[in-house]
């Protein structure tokens, strides 16, 4: 996709942030919704629906698999559910594109189903770490060929799996989720052991389609052999998306914004407990619940910042938001340091070296470390920027503009569409003052 749509962004300098917006639906949950609605009985109906690239890799994936899905229409999806043994071997290899999410779920999934598959995905995907749920899975009893550890995976049908007790090496939602959705077809009960909570949409979407899941303090256990029930699923926006207008409006004199109806789940909720950490002025309002998923509005005002030591217990509820967070930190007073995030380095780039390198050019004291990074407030500059094809990189330096001292241009940034459509387009309405121009 980026490779034949190359854009960048040019932003200029300055501004602040202003008003009320709506950014864009959850990915995660939207990727949910459409496996778990998809095996269940009956017909499930998403409002909300992220129509970014990702999730749309997943639809097509369940489409490819017989799965009749109506939509995406106005963030409406309706998904005709087949059941948990409905689906169907597809003609052609899934293309999971930029997602990890979805080659990493449905590779539990699919595990467990009667026919073979073999997930793709772009450049970017296939530098990154499967062995995560490959090895785990193949404990279970699944057949997955891969190369040397990254995709393609070659998932092998008609194996029975069994259930295992597991205790993840890593802090991840992908593999625990996967295991989970493994769980579904295995004999017996798998048990997954979390080194620390990170996000709980599968849990939660399991248990509110009538599967049972046990969670018990770090631990999460399904039984296989279970049947998922068709509801209604409202996708809050993402708190991921509403990150880049949290940061813009706590960096930028005069800024007062207020991000609608976002999730507000406790393992999503880091950037927040960061960010108010540094001195960020947050409230909420509006607060309930839909779906199972708190939401609420997030309203942001400027405030002077302080660099920290980040608590590392937030590291995994903060995952997605630490290149916009180090924006946060350069314009900070002092130091911020961050320890423990070697998660990072494989994400969709190496993201500890991408920020350190993009703030280094715009004159930001910015050391990467093993695990984390140390910045040092002070003023932004201007120059050119890599994003790596990576979709948070390119939106965080974005908002590092309405503090620069000149123009930043931020190179490949197609894959902002994978979970933030018309992004610039919000972030233009708000305040910032970029453009996207076709390279
Ligand atoms: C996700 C889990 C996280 C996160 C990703 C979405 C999910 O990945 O970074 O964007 O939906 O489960 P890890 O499990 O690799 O931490």
Redo the contacts with the bound molecule.
């Keep these: 996709m980026s490779s034949e749509h190359k854009k960048n962004y040019i932003v200029q300098p300055g501004g602040f942030l202003q008003g009320e917006l709506r950014v864009p639906g959850d990915?995660?949950i939207s990727?949910r919704s459409i496996m778990l609605g998809s095996l269940a009985e009956g017909v499930t109906e998403v409002t909300g629906f992220l129509e970014g690239d990702d999730a749309l890799a997943t639809l097509a994936a369940f489409r490819a698999m017989g799965v009749n899905i109506e939509g995406p229409v106005d963030g409406r999806v309706t998904i005709h559910g087949v059941g948990m043994n409905g689906l169907k071997e597809p003609e052609d290899v899934l293309d999971m594109g930029n997602s990890?999410?979805s080659i990493r779920l449905l590779s539990g999934l699919l595990a467990g189903q009667s026919f073979n598959t073999v997930l793709s995905g772009d450049s970017s995907l296939s530098k990154r770490p499967m062995g995560r749920v490959t090895d785990p899975l193949a404990r279970m009893g699944a057949v997955i060929g891969s190369n040397e550890g990254k995709p393609p995976l070659q998932i092998q049908g008609g194996n029975q799996l069994y259930a295992i007790s597991y205790a993840l090496p890593m802090?991840?939602?992908?593999?625990k989720?996967c295991l989970l959705l493994a769980g579904m077809y295995a004999k017996g009960k798998t048990t997954v052991v979390e080194p620390a909570p990170?996000?709980d949409?599968s849990e939660r979407m399991l248990a509110g389609m009538g599967y049972p899941v046990e969670v018990n303090g770090d631990t999460v256990t399904i039984e296989g052999g279970g049947k998922l029930t068709a509801t209604k699923i409202d996708v809050p926006a993402d708190i991921s998306s509403a990150t880049f207008f949290m940061v813009g409006a706590a960096i930028s004199e005069g800024s007062d914004i207020t991000l609608k109806h976002v999730g507000i789940n406790p393992t999503r909720i880091g950037v927040i407990n960061i960010l108010r950490l540094m001195g960020a002025d947050i409230s909420l309002s509006n607060e309930g619940t839909t779906g199972g998923e708190p939401v609420a509005d997030i309203r942001v005002r400027y405030a002077p910042l302080t660099g920290i030591d980040i608590p590392e217990d937030q590291v995994p509820l903060a995952?997605?938001e630490f290149p916009a967070i180090f924006v946060a930190a350069a314009c900070a007073e002092g130091r911020t340091v961050l320890t423990g995030a070697e998660?990072l380095r494989v994400?969709e780039s190496d993201r500890i070296q991408a920020m350190a390198d993009g703030l280094q050019v715009l004159g930001v004291d910015a050391q990467s470390t093993a695990d984390g990074i140390i910045i040092y407030g002070g003023p932004i500059g201007s120059g050119e920027v890599e994003s790596h094809d990576d979709h948070r990189i390119a939106m965080s330096f974005a908002i590092a503009g309405l503090q620069a001292g000149g123009t930043i241009q931020i190179n490949d940034c197609a894959n902002v569409a994978t979970s933030f459509p018309n992004f610039v387009g919000l972030a233009n309405k708000a305040g910032l003052n970029m453009e996207e121009i076709d390279v």
């Design positions: 990915k995660s990727h990890g999410t802090a991840s939602a992908q593999v989720s990170t996000r949409h995952i997605d998660e994400k």
